[in-house]
């Protein structure tokens, strides 16, 4: 899922998590609250903004709204409970979620794919390899998507049990 602003106002006094480090500024599963922009007039843009959870002060320049789109992402669910997680589990989250299915699941099946016909091409002979083929293609596929939901979806219940265990005493199954 995509996230674009129109103008650079538009993200001043959010919280946005950083997805993408930068040299001298907040770290990758960091929370910042956009303090301050400013058009340079050049297509560039300064942002003033505050670490949330060490309340650092921090300004950097960026070439466009693209460049900052990609370095930081609304998300509330992580703003709303971002005391509650390490970094570790951040940083996991992020990986997951920037996940897409050109970038990662059109790879691993275009692998799956050629060993499969590889071996079934080389190995197994007529009808039954192509059958086996197919089989396996359409299982290899399958599986590939299966895991590719699952674990963008396993990621998000897995942080909604430490939140609920820690502050509501529920645990989800």
């Known amino acids: 899922?995509?996230?674009?602003?129109?103008?650079?106002?538009?993200?001043?006094?959010?919280k946005y998590l950083v997805v993408k480090d930068r040299k001298n500024q907040a770290k990758c599963g960091t929370l910042v609250?956009?303090?301050?922009?400013?058009d340079n007039g050049n297509g560039t843009y300064t942002v003033g903004y505050r670490v949330t959870g060490t309340g650092q002060d921090?300004?950097?320049?960026f070439d466009g709204l693209k460049e900052f789109c990609d370095w930081v992402k609304?998300?509330?669910f992580i703003?709303?409970?971002?005391e509650c997680f390490e970094i570790s589990e951040v940083s996991k989250y992020i990986k997951i979620n920037q996940r897409t299915f050109l970038n990662f699941c059109l790879p691993i099946m275009?692998?799956?794919l050629v060993v499969i016909w590889i071996i079934f091409g080389a190995v197994v002979k007529g009808t039954a390899g192509v059958v086996l083929g197919i089989i396996l293609s359409v299982a290899a596929i399958g599986g590939t998507i299966f895991f590719y939901k699952h674990s963008k979806s396993k990621i998000k219940l897995d942080l909604y049990k430490k939140i609920g265990?820690?502050?509501w005493g529920v645990n989800f199954k």
């Open 74 to 76: 609304p998300d509330s």
């Open 1 to 14: 899922m995509a996230y674009m602003i129109s103008s650079i106002d538009e993200a001043v006094d959010g």
């Open 33 to 38: 609250h956009i303090m301050s922009s400013r």
């Open 58 to 61: 921090f300004s950097d320049t």
């Open 165 to 167: 265990s820690a502050r």
């Open 79 to 82: 703003a709303r409970y971002y």
């Open 110 to 112: 275009v692998i799956a």
